[in-house]
């Protein structure tokens, strides 16, 4: 089956420090592939996608690359906000099964001014 | 437009009550799916709807029970609550763009505590 295997956390950073969440995912045929952000007390929003290999999906200064020579779709940023801190999930979508979703377990960003 | 809805936000019940929990969503999605969500365990997929008049089990479905009332509303049951379901449930629905992913727009939850 699908899976998704995201670094654990919390990660903790300072203010304008280089942010890397690293998510790797297992999938049968060519999966969509998200990150997800969910801010305190909220629910999930999409962060950005991508939907084939070498596609880049951006928002808010945040980047992440299909990458599936190593099946991966690590989550960068290049200087984080106080604003930032949230829990990032990783998801893919195999585009087949009604639309259903695997997450990985979420990472918790913490930064600190 | 509200996108999805949830209510109740929060929920005390005692070991055995039951409860409904309802969702709305406005956006004429086919699908929506009910997680719950776990310290540590992330999302897990509880039930889902691919369509009105239809639900499929997910990873976890003992002790619920789901009605795709029509294509806007979705609601989970629990018949006896136990306190392995004290969590925090979200709502969701998902689109298909032409030539796009499936992406899920979820709803604030409702956080349930069981006693």
């Known amino acids: 089956g699908n899976s998704v295997t995201q670094m654990e956390g919390p990660v903790t950073l300072s203010e304008e420090a280089f942010l890397t969440i690293n998510c790797t995912y297992t999938a049968t045929g060519y999966p969509s592939l998200f990150w997800y952000v969910q801010y305190p007390g909220e629910g999930l929003q999409l962060l950005l996608k991508?939907?084939?290999?070498?596609d880049k999906g951006s928002n808010k200064g945040f980047e992440a690359t299909y990458r599936k020579e190593t099946t991966s779709f690590h989550l960068e940023k290049g200087s984080v906000q106080v604003s930032d801190s949230a829990v990032y999930f990783c998801a893919l979508s195999d585009n087949t099964n009604a639309g259903k979703s695997t997450f990985g377990d979420g990472t918790t960003l913490t930064v600190k001014p | 437009n509200a996108g999805v809805t949830q209510t109740p936000k929060f929920q005390v019940l005692k070991t055995g009550q039951s409860m409904t929990l309802q969702c709305a969503q406005d956006m004429n999605h086919n699908s929506m799916y009910w997680y719950r969500q776990d310290p540590g365990m992330g999302l897990r997929l509880i039930y889902y709807s691919a369509s009105e008049g239809t639900t499929d089990k997910g990873e976890v479905p003992n002790g619920y029970n789901v009605s795709r009332l029509n294509k806007r509303e979705f609601s989970l049951r629990l018949e006896s609550a136990a306190p392995s379901q004290t969590s925090v449930y979200f709502c969701?629905?998902?689109?298909?763009?032409?030539?796009?992913?499936?992406?899920?727009?979820f709803g604030p939850g409702t956080r349930l505590l069981v006693l």
């Open positions: 991508a939907t084939k290999a070498d």
């Open positions: 969701a629905s998902s689109e298909k763009l032409a030539g796009g992913p499936e992406t899920q727009y």
